[in-house]
């Protein structure tokens, strides 16, 4: 369509996501997103929040419905789609939301906590158990073989594998160098 700009809008949900049905059912939200410029103040040197921007966003589809049950006020987003201005009112016609995880926190339905999803926690490892193989995104990759000789998988080292290493307290104890030597 002519005269559509797309645009990116980051910024915090104001109010209440409102939800409705158009007349053939299909869900619809709309939202409001203030998003605050921050801007270079030369005379003092520093930098300082502007005037706020309400966006207007809405969204249509299965993404109303997912906008509906997961944006509450002031959770920061980050939405995409084509802007216009009408009526002295900036509006997004969203195409993607998402909540801006510089700020939060986000589960999807896998990896949602056991407590948080009613069900019981899984039971802690016995010692005789025998470990599980890490995901295939976590595990060394094999590569194929050149003629005449088998393959061979990377394995990776405890001490590196940084999956499986203890957590660091601080950035100084993840940059310090290795106190074995190596």
């Known amino acids: 369509m002519s005269g559509e ?108 906590p056991a407590v948080l999803a009613g069900r019981a926690p899984a039971p802690a490892p016995t010692a005789a158990a025998t470990p599980e193989p890490p995901p295939a995104h976590r595990a060394g990759t094999a590569r194929p073989a050149p003629a005449g000789r088998p393959a061979q998988v990377p394995a990776a080292a405890p001490e590196t594998d940084w999956w499986r290493s203890a957590p660091r307290t601080s950035w100084d104890a993840a940059t310090a160098p290795s106190r074995t030597g190596r």
């Open 5 to 112: 700009t797309a645009a990116v809008v980051r910024g915090r949900v104001y109010g209440t996501v409102r939800l409705r049905h158009t007349e053939r059912g299909t869900p619809a939200a709309r939202f409001t997103v203030v998003q605050v410029p921050r801007e270079y103040d030369r005379a003092r040197g520093q930098w300082r929040d502007g005037e706020p921007v309400p966006v207007i966003c809405t969204v249509t589809g299965p993404l109303a419905r997912h906008v509906a049950e997961c944006l509450t006020d002031a959770v920061h987003v980050i939405a995409t789609g084509n802007v216009a201005l009408r009526d002295n009112v900036l509006h997004l016609d969203s195409a993607q939301v998402g909540v801006d995880l510089a700020h939060h926190v986000a589960y999807i339905d896998d990896t949602l």
